[in-house]
């Protein structure tokens, strides 16, 4: 996990992280800079650095380039267009880190779908990973499969689904996001265990039990390298 506790002035920043499709229209964008004071300003930013990428080879890895004293680290993938842009005096690395961190978190939320119609469609998950990668700036996380399981954990409780429908939600998107042999035996525990507490469920052991799923699920990355060891 990346995380910086620093201070504004010393701690690594991000400017706006943009998700463009192939048209250089706006999937998602976050500002986290008053360097585009208007929304006409962003959006000339977002033309110009889309038009000036648009003939790179970056599907493969991240590019990076130098744009109006800043630099963009950029990626594409089918019909979407991912970028980080940051200072001209920022870590190109830490940058790299914040698009990698955002490309694969989105595509283990979109089941590696990774095109604008699922994008559109899944488009709140989307705000809600920019949401836990930075925070009006400052970088918070840059490691995909915490990004995506915080997600499915605010998704979960903020649904309204009936608790069955929440758990088995949480439960089939964590076999994407962290495959092997443990997650299958968590799988079977949290499946037997809600059998038996579904008849005693009352509004605050539901809440109980569903921290504890989401929780554990945001917890489950330190145990996959114990899965690799026995898988």
Request: glycine residues 4%.
């Amino acid at each position: 996990m990346a995380y910086f506790s620093a201070s504004r002035d010393s701690c690594p920043s991000v400017k706006n992280i943009l998700l463009l499709d192939s048209e250089g229209k706006r999937i998602a964008v976050k500002y986290y800079s008053d360097d585009w004071p208007t929304n006409s300003s962003k959006l000339a930013f977002e033309k110009s650095v889309f038009t000036k990428t648009l003939k790179t080879n970056a599907r493969t890895e991240a590019e990076i380039a130098m744009f109006e004293n800043n630099i963009v680290i950029y990626k594409f993938v089918q019909d979407l267009h991912f970028f980080v842009t940051g200072g001209d005096d920022e870590n190109e690395l830490i940058l790299a880190a914040v698009l990698q961190g955002f490309f694969d978190a989105v595509a283990l939320l979109l089941r590696n779908n990774v095109d604008k119609r699922e994008a559109l469609e899944n488009l709140d998950l989307i705000l809600l990973s920019l949401d836990e990668i930075v925070d009006g700036g400052m970088i918070l996380e840059t490691d995909a499969s915490s990004i995506a399981a915080k997600v499915a954990a605010h998704t979960a409780a903020d649904s309204g689904a009936p608790l069955s429908e929440q758990v088995m939600n949480l439960l089939s998107l964590v076999y994407i996001i962290f495959p092997g042999l443990i997650i299958k035996k968590m799988h079977k525990i949290f499946s037997f265990f809600f059998i038996l507490v579904q008849p005693f469920s009352v509004d605050r052991s539901v809440s109980n039990f569903q921290f504890c799923v989401s929780f554990i699920f945001i917890r489950l990355n330190s145990s996959i390298n114990l899965a690799c060891l026995i898988g």
